[in-house]
DNA sequence: GCACTGAGGTTGAGAGCTCAACAACAGGTA
DNA sequence: TACCTGTTGTTGAGCTCTCAACCTCAGTGC
Protein backbone atom coordinates (compact mmCIF):
# COMPACT_ATOMS: atom_id res chain seq x y z
CA UNK A 1 0.00 0.00 0.00
CA UNK A 2 3.05 2.14 -0.26
CA UNK A 3 1.42 3.70 -3.51
CA UNK A 4 -1.96 4.20 -4.38
CA UNK A 5 -3.60 2.20 -7.15
CA UNK A 6 -5.92 5.15 -8.44
CA UNK A 7 -8.70 3.75 -10.42
CA UNK A 8 -8.67 4.34 -14.42
CA UNK A 9 -10.68 6.90 -16.31
CA UNK A 10 -13.83 3.71 -16.86
CA UNK A 11 -13.48 2.19 -13.61
CA UNK A 12 -14.41 5.84 -12.49
CA UNK A 13 -16.86 5.87 -14.32
CA UNK A 14 -18.59 2.54 -13.24
CA UNK A 15 -18.07 2.87 -9.52
CA UNK A 16 -19.80 6.62 -10.15
CA UNK A 17 -23.09 4.76 -11.47
CA UNK A 18 -22.89 2.26 -9.54
CA UNK A 19 -23.16 4.39 -6.27
CA UNK A 20 -26.03 6.38 -7.90
CA UNK A 21 -27.93 3.36 -8.82
CA UNK A 22 -27.41 2.09 -5.73
CA UNK A 23 -28.36 5.29 -4.03
CA UNK A 24 -31.46 5.45 -5.69
CA UNK A 25 -32.20 1.91 -5.74
CA UNK A 26 -32.36 2.00 -1.30
CA UNK A 27 -33.73 5.19 -1.25
CA UNK A 28 -36.73 4.48 -3.17
CA UNK A 29 -37.11 1.31 -1.48
CA UNK A 30 -36.83 3.00 1.72
CA UNK A 31 -39.49 5.65 1.03
CA UNK A 32 -41.78 3.52 -0.11
CA UNK A 33 -41.66 1.40 2.90
CA UNK A 34 -41.94 3.95 5.04
CA UNK A 35 -44.26 5.37 3.39
CA UNK A 36 -47.07 2.40 3.04
CA UNK A 37 -45.62 0.71 5.92
CA UNK A 38 -44.39 2.83 8.49
CA UNK A 39 -40.85 0.71 8.75
CA UNK A 40 -37.57 1.13 7.21
CA UNK A 41 -36.25 -1.61 4.95
CA UNK A 42 -33.77 -3.36 7.45
CA UNK A 43 -36.79 -3.93 9.79
CA UNK A 44 -38.61 -5.43 7.18
CA UNK A 45 -35.79 -7.39 6.74
CA UNK A 46 -35.59 -8.64 9.85
CA UNK A 47 -40.09 -9.86 9.86
CA UNK A 48 -39.25 -11.53 6.30
CA UNK A 49 -36.31 -13.40 7.86
CA UNK A 50 -38.51 -14.55 11.05
CA UNK A 51 -42.00 -15.35 8.31
CA UNK A 52 -39.55 -17.76 6.47
CA UNK A 53 -38.30 -19.71 9.18
CA UNK A 54 -39.02 -22.57 10.73
CA UNK A 55 -41.46 -21.91 13.34
CA UNK A 56 -41.20 -18.44 12.80
CA UNK A 57 -38.33 -17.80 15.17
CA UNK A 58 -34.58 -17.31 15.49
CA UNK A 59 -31.86 -16.88 17.20
CA UNK A 60 -30.50 -13.11 17.44
CA UNK A 61 -27.13 -14.59 16.51
CA UNK A 62 -28.77 -16.07 13.35
CA UNK A 63 -31.35 -13.54 13.04
CA UNK A 64 -28.01 -11.11 12.42
CA UNK A 65 -26.30 -13.40 10.55
CA UNK A 66 -29.54 -13.79 8.11
CA UNK A 67 -30.21 -10.09 7.81
CA UNK A 68 -26.30 -8.81 7.51
CA UNK A 69 -27.08 -6.86 10.79
CA UNK A 70 -24.50 -6.18 13.57
CA UNK A 71 -25.53 -7.51 17.00
CA UNK A 72 -26.23 -4.23 18.44
CA UNK A 73 -28.20 -2.91 15.16
CA UNK A 74 -30.85 -6.40 15.14
CA UNK A 75 -30.99 -5.68 19.27
CA UNK A 76 -32.32 -1.93 18.93
CA UNK A 77 -34.45 -3.36 16.16
CA UNK A 78 -36.11 -5.87 18.43
CA UNK A 79 -36.72 -3.81 21.12
CA UNK A 80 -38.55 -1.55 18.41
CA UNK A 81 -40.20 -4.64 16.56
CA UNK A 82 -41.09 -5.63 19.95
CA UNK A 83 -42.59 -2.38 21.19
CA UNK A 84 -45.06 -2.45 18.24
CA UNK A 85 -45.99 -6.02 18.78
CA UNK A 86 -44.65 -7.44 16.15
CA UNK A 87 -42.19 -9.80 17.30
CA UNK A 88 -41.55 -11.14 20.88
CA UNK A 89 -38.22 -12.25 22.77
CA UNK A 90 -37.84 -15.85 24.35
CA UNK A 91 -35.11 -16.76 26.19
CA UNK A 92 -33.50 -19.88 25.21
CA UNK A 93 -33.48 -22.74 27.71
CA UNK A 94 -30.59 -24.65 26.77
CA UNK A 95 -27.56 -21.88 26.28
CA UNK A 96 -28.86 -19.17 28.84
CA UNK A 97 -27.16 -16.09 27.18
CA UNK A 98 -28.85 -16.47 24.17
CA UNK A 99 -32.29 -15.69 23.25
CA UNK A 100 -34.78 -16.01 20.25
CA UNK A 101 -36.81 -13.49 18.81
CA UNK A 102 -40.17 -14.70 17.27
CA UNK A 103 -42.54 -12.93 14.66
CA UNK A 104 -46.57 -12.74 16.16
CA UNK A 105 -49.49 -12.88 14.18
CA UNK A 106 -50.08 -9.14 14.00
CA UNK A 107 -46.21 -9.01 12.87
CA UNK A 108 -47.24 -11.55 10.05
CA UNK A 109 -50.00 -9.76 9.12
CA UNK A 110 -47.81 -6.59 8.93
CA UNK A 111 -45.35 -8.50 6.21
CA UNK A 112 -47.85 -9.86 4.38
CA UNK A 113 -49.70 -6.30 3.79
CA UNK A 114 -46.15 -4.93 3.14
CA UNK A 115 -44.82 -7.60 0.54
CA UNK A 116 -46.78 -6.86 -2.30
CA UNK A 117 -46.28 -3.24 -2.67
CA UNK A 118 -42.40 -3.63 -1.68
CA UNK A 119 -42.46 -6.58 -4.37
CA UNK A 120 -44.14 -4.07 -7.06
CA UNK A 121 -41.27 -1.55 -5.81
CA UNK A 122 -38.44 -3.97 -6.44
CA UNK A 123 -39.67 -4.51 -9.90
CA UNK A 124 -40.29 -1.12 -10.99
CA UNK A 125 -36.48 0.39 -10.03
CA UNK A 126 -34.58 -2.95 -10.84
CA UNK A 127 -35.94 -5.12 -12.60
CA UNK A 128 -37.68 -3.26 -15.01
CA UNK A 129 -35.01 -1.60 -16.71
CA UNK A 130 -32.73 -4.46 -17.02
CA UNK A 131 -32.35 -7.04 -19.93
CA UNK A 132 -33.23 -11.06 -18.84
CA UNK A 133 -29.06 -11.10 -19.65
CA UNK A 134 -28.11 -8.52 -17.64
CA UNK A 135 -30.09 -9.74 -14.77
CA UNK A 136 -28.56 -12.89 -15.05
CA UNK A 137 -25.05 -10.62 -14.46
CA UNK A 138 -26.23 -8.92 -11.63
CA UNK A 139 -26.49 -12.17 -10.30
CA UNK A 140 -23.26 -13.18 -10.83
CA UNK A 141 -21.59 -9.99 -9.90
CA UNK A 142 -23.47 -9.78 -6.48
CA UNK A 143 -21.72 -13.65 -5.79
CA UNK A 144 -18.75 -12.36 -6.80
CA UNK A 145 -18.50 -9.29 -4.78
CA UNK A 146 -20.23 -10.82 -1.68
CA UNK A 147 -17.12 -13.92 -2.33
CA UNK A 148 -14.56 -11.46 -2.71
CA UNK A 149 -16.01 -10.04 0.64
CA UNK A 150 -16.11 -12.91 2.21
CA UNK A 151 -12.29 -13.46 1.93
CA UNK A 152 -11.15 -10.37 3.52
CA UNK A 153 -12.66 -11.78 7.16
CA UNK A 154 -13.52 -15.36 7.03
CA UNK A 155 -17.12 -16.89 8.49
CA UNK A 156 -17.51 -13.30 9.67
CA UNK A 157 -18.11 -10.12 8.10
CA UNK A 158 -19.95 -8.12 11.10
CA UNK A 159 -20.00 -6.23 14.01
CA UNK A 160 -16.48 -5.30 16.18
CA UNK B 1 -51.39 -2.82 -8.91
CA UNK B 2 -54.42 -5.11 -8.54
CA UNK B 3 -51.94 -7.99 -8.46
CA UNK B 4 -48.48 -8.28 -7.40
CA UNK B 5 -45.96 -9.45 -9.87
CA UNK B 6 -44.07 -11.57 -7.40
CA UNK B 7 -40.80 -12.33 -8.32
CA UNK B 8 -39.16 -16.11 -9.83
CA UNK B 9 -37.24 -17.97 -7.97
CA UNK B 10 -34.31 -16.96 -9.74
CA UNK B 11 -35.60 -13.79 -9.45
CA UNK B 12 -35.50 -13.67 -5.94
CA UNK B 13 -31.99 -14.87 -5.87
CA UNK B 14 -30.43 -12.20 -7.73
CA UNK B 15 -32.40 -9.69 -5.38
CA UNK B 16 -30.94 -11.11 -2.74
CA UNK B 17 -27.62 -11.83 -4.06
CA UNK B 18 -27.85 -7.81 -4.64
CA UNK B 19 -28.61 -6.57 -1.22
CA UNK B 20 -26.26 -8.64 0.42
CA UNK B 21 -23.42 -6.96 -1.94
CA UNK B 22 -24.01 -3.61 -2.01
CA UNK B 23 -24.91 -3.66 1.91
CA UNK B 24 -21.35 -5.12 2.17
CA UNK B 25 -19.31 -2.96 -0.02
CA UNK B 26 -21.43 0.02 1.74
CA UNK B 27 -20.72 -0.97 4.87
CA UNK B 28 -16.66 -1.46 4.13
CA UNK B 29 -16.51 2.14 2.65
CA UNK B 30 -18.24 3.68 5.77
CA UNK B 31 -16.07 1.44 8.32
CA UNK B 32 -13.35 2.96 6.33
CA UNK B 33 -13.82 6.05 5.85
CA UNK B 34 -15.01 6.54 9.52
CA UNK B 35 -12.06 4.83 10.80
CA UNK B 36 -9.20 6.95 8.90
CA UNK B 37 -10.44 9.77 8.16
CA UNK B 38 -13.26 10.67 10.74
CA UNK B 39 -16.13 11.51 8.57
CA UNK B 40 -19.21 9.26 6.63
CA UNK B 41 -18.99 8.54 3.15
CA UNK B 42 -21.71 11.26 2.44
CA UNK B 43 -19.68 13.64 3.72
CA UNK B 44 -16.57 12.36 1.56
CA UNK B 45 -18.61 12.43 -1.36
CA UNK B 46 -19.78 15.97 -0.97
CA UNK B 47 -15.82 17.12 -0.53
CA UNK B 48 -14.60 15.34 -3.61
CA UNK B 49 -17.76 17.05 -5.52
CA UNK B 50 -16.42 20.28 -4.12
CA UNK B 51 -12.91 19.78 -5.04
CA UNK B 52 -13.10 18.77 -8.69
CA UNK B 53 -15.52 21.96 -9.27
CA UNK B 54 -14.42 25.07 -11.15
CA UNK B 55 -13.00 27.78 -7.73
CA UNK B 56 -13.83 24.95 -5.69
CA UNK B 57 -17.40 25.95 -5.03
CA UNK B 58 -20.91 25.38 -6.13
CA UNK B 59 -24.30 26.27 -5.24
CA UNK B 60 -25.86 24.40 -2.48
CA UNK B 61 -28.37 23.25 -5.35
CA UNK B 62 -25.95 21.59 -7.76
CA UNK B 63 -24.19 20.09 -5.23
CA UNK B 64 -27.24 18.23 -4.10
CA UNK B 65 -27.75 17.09 -7.75
CA UNK B 66 -24.39 15.79 -7.73
CA UNK B 67 -24.13 14.24 -4.90
CA UNK B 68 -27.60 12.52 -5.22
CA UNK B 69 -28.72 14.09 -1.71
CA UNK B 70 -31.75 15.77 -0.39
CA UNK B 71 -31.48 19.04 0.01
CA UNK B 72 -31.97 19.21 4.02
CA UNK B 73 -29.46 16.16 4.31
CA UNK B 74 -27.55 18.47 2.30
CA UNK B 75 -27.75 21.39 4.70
CA UNK B 76 -27.34 19.03 7.63
CA UNK B 77 -23.88 17.44 6.07
CA UNK B 78 -22.39 21.23 4.96
CA UNK B 79 -23.28 22.86 8.66
CA UNK B 80 -21.24 19.93 10.08
CA UNK B 81 -18.24 20.10 7.28
CA UNK B 82 -18.68 24.00 8.26
CA UNK B 83 -17.84 23.26 12.34
CA UNK B 84 -14.97 21.11 11.09
CA UNK B 85 -13.31 23.87 8.85
CA UNK B 86 -13.43 21.90 5.72
CA UNK B 87 -16.10 24.33 4.22
CA UNK B 88 -17.64 27.84 4.07
CA UNK B 89 -21.01 29.09 3.27
CA UNK B 90 -21.44 31.89 0.94
CA UNK B 91 -24.58 33.61 0.00
CA UNK B 92 -25.12 34.20 -3.57
CA UNK B 93 -25.07 38.03 -4.87
CA UNK B 94 -27.17 37.55 -7.97
CA UNK B 95 -30.02 35.10 -6.03
CA UNK B 96 -30.42 36.30 -2.60
CA UNK B 97 -31.74 33.14 -1.38
CA UNK B 98 -28.85 31.41 -2.86
CA UNK B 99 -25.97 29.48 -1.34
CA UNK B 100 -22.78 28.58 -2.20
CA UNK B 101 -20.84 25.93 -0.75
CA UNK B 102 -16.49 26.47 -1.21
CA UNK B 103 -13.83 23.85 0.42
CA UNK B 104 -11.23 25.37 2.34
CA UNK B 105 -7.90 24.94 2.35
CA UNK B 106 -8.11 22.49 5.53
CA UNK B 107 -10.85 20.39 3.49
CA UNK B 108 -8.80 19.71 0.34
CA UNK B 109 -6.31 18.43 2.76
CA UNK B 110 -8.19 16.05 4.26
CA UNK B 111 -9.38 15.01 0.93
CA UNK B 112 -6.03 14.37 -0.41
CA UNK B 113 -5.58 12.63 2.58
CA UNK B 114 -8.63 10.40 2.71
CA UNK B 115 -8.43 9.48 -1.11
CA UNK B 116 -5.70 6.99 -1.85
CA UNK B 117 -7.30 4.63 1.71
CA UNK B 118 -10.66 5.10 0.08
CA UNK B 119 -9.81 4.18 -3.55
CA UNK B 120 -7.58 0.93 -2.38
CA UNK B 121 -11.31 0.21 -0.32
CA UNK B 122 -13.22 0.55 -3.38
CA UNK B 123 -10.69 -2.15 -5.45
CA UNK B 124 -10.52 -4.33 -2.64
CA UNK B 125 -14.13 -4.94 -2.10
CA UNK B 126 -15.54 -4.26 -5.55
CA UNK B 127 -13.49 -4.26 -8.17
CA UNK B 128 -10.90 -7.56 -7.55
CA UNK B 129 -13.68 -9.48 -7.43
CA UNK B 130 -14.51 -9.04 -10.51
CA UNK B 131 -13.71 -9.89 -14.37
CA UNK B 132 -13.07 -7.35 -16.78
CA UNK B 133 -16.00 -8.10 -18.40
CA UNK B 134 -18.06 -8.43 -15.13
CA UNK B 135 -16.84 -4.09 -14.62
CA UNK B 136 -17.99 -3.90 -18.03
CA UNK B 137 -21.71 -5.24 -17.86
CA UNK B 138 -21.49 -3.82 -13.64
CA UNK B 139 -21.57 -0.19 -15.71
CA UNK B 140 -24.01 -1.06 -18.28
CA UNK B 141 -26.51 -2.05 -15.42
CA UNK B 142 -25.96 0.79 -13.30
CA UNK B 143 -26.75 3.17 -16.07
CA UNK B 144 -29.91 1.29 -17.27
CA UNK B 145 -30.82 1.15 -12.99
CA UNK B 146 -30.40 5.01 -13.13
CA UNK B 147 -32.04 5.49 -15.88
CA UNK B 148 -34.89 3.47 -14.93
CA UNK B 149 -34.98 5.58 -11.63
CA UNK B 150 -34.86 8.64 -13.89
CA UNK B 151 -38.40 7.53 -15.70
CA UNK B 152 -39.85 7.77 -12.83
CA UNK B 153 -39.68 11.33 -11.55
CA UNK B 154 -38.49 13.34 -14.89
CA UNK B 155 -35.53 15.12 -13.26
CA UNK B 156 -35.39 15.46 -10.66
CA UNK B 157 -34.70 12.19 -8.03
CA UNK B 158 -35.13 13.97 -5.03
CA UNK B 159 -36.56 15.24 -2.00
CA UNK B 160 -40.14 16.63 -0.64
C1' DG C 1 -14.26 -26.05 42.69
C1' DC C 2 -11.87 -21.77 40.55
C1' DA C 3 -9.97 -18.86 37.11
C1' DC C 4 -9.77 -17.58 32.29
C1' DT C 5 -11.18 -16.80 27.75
C1' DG C 6 -14.58 -16.22 24.43
C1' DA C 7 -19.44 -16.05 22.80
C1' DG C 8 -24.24 -14.07 22.95
C1' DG C 9 -26.77 -9.95 23.81
C1' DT C 10 -27.88 -5.47 25.70
C1' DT C 11 -27.29 -0.65 26.68
C1' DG C 12 -26.32 4.48 26.30
C1' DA C 13 -24.25 8.19 24.02
C1' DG C 14 -23.25 10.51 19.94
C1' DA C 15 -24.07 11.21 15.11
C1' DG C 16 -26.56 11.33 10.62
C1' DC C 17 -30.95 10.95 8.08
C1' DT C 18 -35.89 11.87 7.07
C1' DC C 19 -39.89 14.36 7.21
C1' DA C 20 -42.65 18.30 7.67
C1' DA C 21 -42.83 23.06 8.53
C1' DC C 22 -40.98 27.30 7.69
C1' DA C 23 -38.64 31.73 6.03
C1' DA C 24 -36.92 34.39 2.39
C1' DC C 25 -36.80 35.57 -2.09
C1' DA C 26 -37.59 35.30 -7.53
C1' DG C 27 -40.57 35.67 -11.39
C1' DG C 28 -44.75 36.41 -13.34
C1' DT C 29 -49.42 38.56 -13.72
C1' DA C 30 -52.89 41.99 -13.02
C1' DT D 1 -47.61 48.25 -6.61
C1' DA D 2 -49.75 44.13 -4.92
C1' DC D 3 -50.44 39.36 -5.19
C1' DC D 4 -49.52 34.59 -6.15
C1' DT D 5 -46.82 30.73 -7.08
C1' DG D 6 -42.65 28.20 -7.17
C1' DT D 7 -37.74 27.86 -5.78
C1' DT D 8 -33.87 27.81 -2.45
C1' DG D 9 -32.35 26.69 1.66
C1' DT D 10 -32.71 26.03 6.83
C1' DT D 11 -34.46 24.14 11.10
C1' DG D 12 -36.14 20.91 14.84
C1' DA D 13 -38.04 16.62 16.23
C1' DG D 14 -38.01 11.85 15.99
C1' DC D 15 -35.79 7.76 14.53
C1' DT D 16 -32.09 4.55 13.35
C1' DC D 17 -27.26 3.34 13.26
C1' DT D 18 -22.56 2.91 15.09
C1' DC D 19 -19.25 2.37 18.52
C1' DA D 20 -17.56 1.10 22.84
C1' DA D 21 -18.48 -0.59 27.29
C1' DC D 22 -20.63 -3.91 29.76
C1' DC D 23 -23.08 -8.15 31.74
C1' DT D 24 -24.06 -12.96 31.77
C1' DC D 25 -23.03 -17.37 30.79
C1' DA D 26 -20.43 -21.57 28.34
C1' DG D 27 -16.41 -24.17 27.82
C1' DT D 28 -11.83 -25.24 29.04
C1' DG D 29 -7.80 -26.08 31.88
C1' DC D 30 -5.94 -26.58 36.29
Known amino acids: MTEPRWLSESEQE ?3 AYQTATKLVGESLDRQLQRDSGMPTTYYEILVALSEATGREL ?3 ELAEFTKSS ?3 LSHAIARLEENGWVTRRSCPTDKRG ?3 SLTED ?3 VVRAAAPGHV ?3 RTVLF ?3 STDQVKQLGEI ?3 IVAQASKGCPSDPCDE
Do not use: K
Open 71 to 73: RSR
Open 107 to 109: GMG
Open 99 to 101: AFA
Open 14 to 16: VWR
Open 142 to 144: SAA
Open 128 to 130: DGL
Open 120 to 122: NEV
Open 59 to 61: RMS
